[in-house]
């Protein structure tokens, strides 16, 4: 029997990458592999999941390499003794395929990981959810327009973004030791798995480029995310007779359009409305009379039923990959307006939604009043077929199953020939 190991710092469902391994790992069981997880112990405990666990650490080993990263920059390299336990359990599971998602997580040592990877002939894929693996420092760069990537780094704009340092900006080492560790993977036995076309063309410019690329977009449950009954939900959050222009963030940051939007709503008319999802405290204090804040919705049903329900999906992101908003808005019948941002604009199609340029508030009231016009009603067989088409994620997953028997194969080719 196959094996797959997979390494994220975080296991539980309710993150993105959590689930996403989760998921893969259990069609990696059904199609005959055996399935493994390694991640942060002191992140998650032990969590429900049918891969064999591997915790990776402990609390005090997450807490040390957050002071470290804090004061020193020095994330990804403290946390030795937990990275050579994983080593030695990795030597002994002696997998076929090692997929890796994130490794900046406060768990792992990635010069002792990549020196281990390096020197054994294990084809290893890594899903590139964010930039941290070809930057200095940060994990994404497009919302200040910082290139220094492409050069080196050095004197961080971003020292105090995550992973956060006060003290010390040690971004240009950190290239130089970044580059060294990762580039040590010779190039038949590393694949690169960008979510969006765009991250792709932005590591075509590092020092990841001579590394074969193959996209894998995310997918979503196409199940729960279908165009849902929506009386409940107008009424509970009083948006009956209303023009419903959702937006929907884990955290409103800056990067992801909070003051764009709070500029949209100086410029609706009474029978529009804006609804936030994601909104704490402070932000709630701060919104005008037509945004209704939602910290956070009861389930994902009632999520289903707000982008239902939502005229248009808003998403004045200024840096993003590949936002699965996008694609659950679309899945449940409702058109996208994003900003030219990343990867938000692959998943949004002249049927699906439209496209105006960043900061461009205006262009995003004129995309909402043609879908006004339109009537959203033209939308939703042409967003839902789309979704089904490329969204599934039983779809997506089968890709790396794919991918992980091709790689398993060539090795093997590999060592009947020596």
Same mark, same amino acid.
């Given at each position: 029997?196959?094996?797959?190991?997979?390494?994220?710092?975080?296991?539980?469902?309710?993150?993105?990458?959590?689930?996403?391994?989760?998921?893969?790992?259990?069609?990696?069981?059904?199609?005959?592999?055996?399935?493994?997880?390694?991640?942060?112990?002191?992140?998650?405990?032990?969590?429900?999941?049918?891969?064999?666990?591997?915790?990776?650490?402990?609390?005090?080993?997450?807490?040390?390499?957050?002071?470290?990263?804090?004061?020193?920059?020095?994330?990804?390299?403290?946390?030795?003794?937990?990275?050579?336990?994983?080593?030695?359990?990795?030597?002994?599971?002696?997998?076929?395929?090692?997929?890796?998602?994130?490794?900046?997580?406060?768990?792992?040592?990635?010069?002792?990981?990549?020196?281990?990877?390096?020197?054994?002939?294990?084809?290893?894929?890594?899903?590139?959810?964010?930039?941290?693996?070809?930057?200095?420092?940060?994990?994404?760069?497009?919302?200040?327009?910082?290139?220094?990537?492409?050069?080196?780094?050095?004197?961080?704009?971003?020292?105090?973004?995550?992973?956060?340092?006060?003290?010390?900006?040690?971004?240009?080492?950190?290239?130089?030791?970044?580059?060294?560790?990762?580039?040590?993977?010779?190039?038949?036995?590393?694949?690169?798995?960008?979510?969006?076309?765009?991250?792709?063309?932005?590591?075509?410019?590092?020092?990841?480029?001579?590394?074969?690329?193959?996209?894998?977009?995310?997918?979503?449950?196409?199940?729960?995310?279908?165009?849902?009954?929506?009386?409940?939900?107008?009424?509970?959050?009083?948006?009956?007779?209303?023009?419903?222009?959702?937006?929907?963030?884990?955290?409103?940051?800056?990067?992801?359009?909070?003051?764009?939007?709070?500029? *949209? @709503?100086?410029?609706?008319? +009474? #029978?529009?409305?804006?609804?936030? $999802?994601?909104?704490?405290? =402070? /932000?709630?204090?701060?919104?005008?009379?037509?945004?209704?804040?939602?910290?956070?919705?009861?389930?994902?049903?009632?999520?289903?039923?707000?982008?239902?329900?939502?005229?248009?999906?808003?998403?004045?992101?200024?840096?993003?990959?590949?936002?699965?908003?996008?694609?659950?808005?679309?899945?449940?019948?409702?058109?996208?307006?994003?900003?030219?941002?990343?990867?938000?604009?692959?998943?949004?199609?002249?049927?699906?939604?439209?496209?105006?340029?960043?900061?461009?508030?205006?262009?995003?009231?004129?995309?909402?009043?043609?879908?006004?016009?339109?009537?959203?009603?033209?939308?939703?067989?042409?967003?839902?077929?789309?979704? *089904? @088409?490329?969204?599934?994620? +039983? #779809?997506?997953?089968?890709?790396? $199953?794919?991918?992980?028997? =091709? /790689?398993?194969?060539?090795?093997?080719?590999?060592?009947?020939?020596?």
């Amino acid at each position: 029997m196959k094996k797959l190991l997979q390494i994220n710092p975080v296991l539980r469902t309710n993150t993105s990458t959590g689930r996403i391994m989760q998921e893969i790992g259990e069609l990696a069981i059904q199609n005959g592999w055996e399935s493994y997880i390694a991640y942060s112990y002191g992140r998650d405990g032990v969590k429900p999941c049918r891969s064999k666990q591997i915790p990776v650490g402990n609390k005090w080993d997450v807490a040390l390499h957050g002071v470290v990263t804090r004061l020193f920059d020095a994330h990804g390299l403290m946390s030795q003794v937990a990275t050579q336990k994983l080593v030695d359990q990795i030597q002994k599971i002696k997998p076929d395929v090692i997929h890796i998602h994130n490794i900046h997580g406060y768990f792992l040592n990635y010069q002792i990981l990549f020196d281990f990877l390096s020197q054994n002939d294990i084809p290893v894929i890594w899903t590139v959810h964010d930039c941290w693996l070809y930057t200095g420092h940060c994990y994404y760069y497009t919302f200040i327009g910082c290139n220094k990537w492409q050069t080196g780094c050095g004197h961080c704009p971003q020292q105090r973004k995550f992973p956060a340092s006060w003290l010390t900006d040690r971004s240009r080492q950190n290239f130089i030791d970044k580059k060294e560790a990762f580039t040590s993977v010779p190039t038949d036995r590393l694949t690169i798995v960008p979510v969006s076309e765009w991250i792709k063309g932005e590591m075509k410019k590092s020092f990841f480029k001579d590394y074969p690329f193959q996209v894998i977009h995310n997918g979503i449950n196409t199940e729960v995310f279908k165009l849902s009954e929506t009386e409940e939900v107008k009424s509970k959050y009083g948006l009956k007779g209303k023009h419903i222009l959702l937006g929907v963030a884990a955290l409103w940051h800056p990067e992801k359009g909070v003051a764009d939007f709070l500029q *949209l @709503a100086s410029m609706l008319h +009474e #029978d529009e409305v804006i609804v936030m $999802i994601g909104v704490d405290e =402070k /932000l709630q204090k701060r919104l005008p009379h037509n945004v209704v804040g939602i910290k956070r919705t009861e389930n994902i049903r009632q999520m289903a039923e707000l982008y239902s329900a939502a005229t248009a999906f808003v998403n004045p992101t200024w840096q993003d990959n590949y936002p699965t908003v996008n694609l659950e808005a679309i899945a449940c019948g409702t058109p996208v307006v994003t900003y030219r941002t990343g990867g938000s604009v692959e998943a949004v199609t002249p049927e699906t939604g439209f496209i105006v340029e960043r900061g461009d508030v205006d262009g995003l009231l004129q995309a909402v009043r043609i879908i006004e016009q339109r009537g959203k009603a033209s939308y939703i067989e042409p967003c839902r077929n789309y979704a *089904l @088409a490329h969204f599934k994620k +039983e #779809d997506r997953y089968a890709d790396y $199953i794919r991918l992980y028997n =091709k /790689l398993a194969a060539s090795t093997k080719n590999r060592a009947d020939r020596i």
